[in-house]
């Protein structure tokens, strides 16, 4: 995968694609297998937004039973199987458990029926997921083993607990540059650090985008008889530019606490915060407890996250949770429902129908999950744009074959990201490709050989190497750590 700004301007495109998070990535992966000549362009680097900011948890959509919402249920529990099917290496099965006290609405009883209806509504979840792979039916545990499951836990009114599986990504960095790869190999044109400025308009018609170049500088036009605005974030931004309405969701910070210690090992335990429901889940040697959400301003979220961490402490008090646990805050801007929790369904928006805008469709993407799907309909959308004959989606059944964490001797695996998947920056390689630092500071030792390697390759002078380090040292600011810092 090479980054070549040429092969974006020097022809029109099918399809641009603004945004190289998980849901224009999987949307570029889409349209190239379905045909369709693609460009991708992402500000920063492919992930780098709200696509980072993950528990790594892929649902399969039983909260959505509180709101009786069946559609969701069923199309999360599809999704859970199509990544486990397509990217096993990376997505796999995840036990996850729920203390009973009391009865009620939320006690043993309820549980016990929300379990029996999910089994039945996700009966075919396990086709063709790997034997490996399968996903278990759901039970309800007595007093006693929820006790010996979770040692500590308060005794005190408990009258039992539910188990069921959902899947765990143990890479989300990794899992949506598979989609990108993935992309690129079927003829996509893909590049980072490429910001989309502006819409290009004939009439009332998009053609296509307008870009800076931030590594090279410059501006550029992509030519495209269609164009996907999926920047998260960004997206409303764009359309104001362009003198359009932002699709009416606002914008949340959501915040996820990665700990130093294995808090818990064989099973992601749900706990009840202030008003909302928390999940502390195993994650390789670490744990992960989240999601809180709170108004996307201010920008920084030091003080939430500090808020946050006492949450979970009486959230789970018998997990001993200190300030010093805290290895690493994901943080990233969502689209939100209320201070409480996220947008509960994604919209696709067709401009020609609302706003008599043709060339223009914009997603908002609510689940990391489900963006495979989401993708699926913006594309199927675009393809009735077109007016292309109907070519039928494979992305839920093809593997990804980069799907994996790269492996090898830190030197050749570097290179490697360079040269093959696009890394310009230290952040890219150390947090995106190589997994060094996503649980927390990385040693400063393979810093080093990162930052050597990349300056080798792309030619870093000595002034250059030090803004690297700096930057991503920045990056870990909220958890007060120095990643190889010296």
């Not at 990162?450 to 792309?458: D, F, I, N, P, S």
């Amino acid at each position: 995968m090479k980054r070549d700004l040429g092969a974006l301007t020097g022809r029109e495109h099918d399809l641009a694609i603004v945004g190289g998070g998980i849901h224009g990535a999987a949307a570029a992966w889409d349209a190239a297998q379905r045909g369709l000549r693609v460009a991708l362009l992402e500000a920063r680097d492919f992930g780098s937004g709200a696509s980072w900011n993950s528990l790594k948890t892929i649902h399969g959509g039983l909260r959505h039973l509180q709101r009786a919402d069946l559609a969701s249920l069923r199309d999360s529990a599809r999704e859970r199987s199509a990544l486990l099917r397509i990217a096993p290496r990376l997505v796999r099965p995840l036990p996850c458990l729920v203390p009973n006290y009391g009865h009620g609405p939320a006690g043993r009883e309820a549980l016990g029926i929300a379990l029996l209806l999910n089994e039945v509504l996700t009966r075919r979840r396990n086709d063709g997921v790997p034997p490996s792979h399968h996903v278990p039916r759901g039970r309800l545990l007595a007093r006693a083993e929820v006790l010996a499951r979770v040692p500590g836990i308060e005794p005190s009114g408990l009258t039992g607990g539910a188990l069921w599986y959902d899947a765990q990504a143990e890479s989300t960095e990794r899992l949506t540059l598979a989609f990108v790869l993935a992309a690129a190999e079927a003829g996509a044109a893909v590049a980072n650090y490429a910001e989309v400025t502006g819409l290009l308009r004939s009439r009332e018609r998009v053609v296509g985008v307008s870009v800076r170049d931030g590594e090279g500088g410059g501006g550029s036009e992509v030519r495209a008889r269609m164009v996907l605005n999926a920047a998260g974030p960004g997206a409303s931004r764009l359309l104001a530019e362009a003198g359009l309405a932002p699709p009416p969701v606002p914008l949340l910070r959501a915040i996820n606490l990665v700990l130093r210690r294995a808090v818990v090992r064989a099973h992601a335990v749900g706990g009840r915060g202030a008003g909302r429901f928390l999940f502390l889940a195993p994650w390789r040697d670490r744990a992960i407890v989240g999601t809180a959400y709170q108004p996307a301003e201010p920008e920084s979220g030091a003080e939430f996250a500090e808020a946050f961490l006492a949450e979970a402490q009486r959230a789970y008090p018998w997990a001993r949770l200190m300030r010093d646990d805290v290895t690493l805050v994901h943080q990233g801007l969502v689209p939100g429902a209320s201070a409480g929790g996220l947008w509960s369904r994604p919209l696709l928006v067709d401009h020609q129908t609302r706003d008599r805008v043709p060339g223009l469709i914009t997603v908002v993407g609510v689940k990391y999950t489900t963006a495979r799907s989401v993708a699926q309909r913006a594309i199927d959308l675009v393809l009735r744009r077109l007016g292309s004959p109907t070519v039928p989606c494979l992305t839920a059944d093809t593997p990804l074959p980069g799907a994996r964490v790269l492996e090898g001797a830190l030197e050749a695996r570097a290179r490697h990201a360079v040269r093959e998947e696009m890394a310009l920056h230290l952040e890219d390689a150390v947090l995106r490709r190589l997994d060094l630092g996503t649980a927390g500071p990385p040693d400063a030792a393979e810093v080093d050989e990162v930052e050597r390697v990349m300056a080798g390759e792309l030619d870093w002078d000595g002034a250059r190497r030090h803004h690297e380090r700096a930057f991503l040292h920045r990056l870990y600011g909220l958890s007060g750590q120095q990643p190889g810092v010296r």
